[in-house]
């Protein structure tokens, strides 16, 4: 795409299981920033900065341009462009976004896992720049390593409306009854994810490349990468 690219890869040794606390979007994020930091002092950064994350990955890219955050992370501040594919997305976005940065998020029409009308509920919620597109197809329908069907992936999103809030706090609650947990400073995150992984977790997720598709999104992602 005539861009130059890192891949950040920091799962191993950290990732155990799927929604383990071991391996989390905020140790995702904060490689993201460690990257920035690495490139900023050996290169440079250009006036397009765009930080990409598929699934859960794509909330920690979602994460980088929350505003408290850029406090504590200066380079923040240059990040122009947040690509979310399979984007996981809250539900409720009350933290403020930097103003800086445009946020884009790829969904499929089928994924149950990601359904993409939660990422219209973030966007509806949020003071941010967030443009939502959604293709035919489901979970990971823009990549040929998935072949189509129902896999036994975990979910949650689906189950459970995640919230962040102002002060960084999180809270999830259960879609079906209203039951939530909130994340308060200081407190035990293992106590919030077990919480998580008993109420909200669910398997079966609808995936598989469809190609007209992963085209129209690579397509329209150079389009949004120009604006």
């Not at 930080?51 to 200066?74: K, V």
């Not at 036994?152 to 609650?173: F, P, Q, R, T, Y």
Request: proline letters at 4%; charged letters at 20%.
């Amino acid at each position: 795409m005539g861009y130059a690219s890192v891949v950040v890869y920091g799962a191993k040794p950290r990732f155990s299981s799927k929604f383990s606390t071991a391996y989390t979007s905020y140790m995702q994020a904060r490689d993201a920033i460690a990257a920035l930091n690495l490139l900023e002092k050996k290169y440079g950064l250009g006036d397009l900065v765009a930080i990409t994350g598929s699934s859960q990955g794509s909330l920690a890219a979602l994460r980088t341009s929350m505003l408290p955050y850029a406090g504590t992370f200066p380079n923040l501040s240059k990040v122009s462009h947040v690509i979310m594919i399979n984007a996981a997305c809250p539900d409720s976005l009350e933290v403020p976004l930097s103003q800086n940065a445009k946020i884009i998020t790829f969904n499929g029409r089928s994924d149950n896992a990601l359904p993409p009308e939660i990422c219209s509920n973030m966007k509806a919620s949020s003071n941010g720049d967030i443009t939502n597109v959604v293709y035919d197809g489901g979970h990971h329908f823009e990549s040929p390593f998935f072949t189509k069907g129902i896999s036994d992936g975990k979910h949650l999103l689906a189950n459970c409306a995640i919230a962040v809030h102002e002060n960084l706090e999180e809270s999830a609650m259960i879609r079906s009854t209203g039951e939530t947990k909130r994340l308060i400073k200081g407190e035990s995150h293992q106590e919030f994810s077990n919480w998580i992984i008993e109420n909200c977790l669910g398997s079966g997720t609808v995936e598989g490349y469809e190609e007209t598709s992963a085209k129209q999104m690579w397509a329209d992602l150079k389009v949004f990468l120009r604006q």
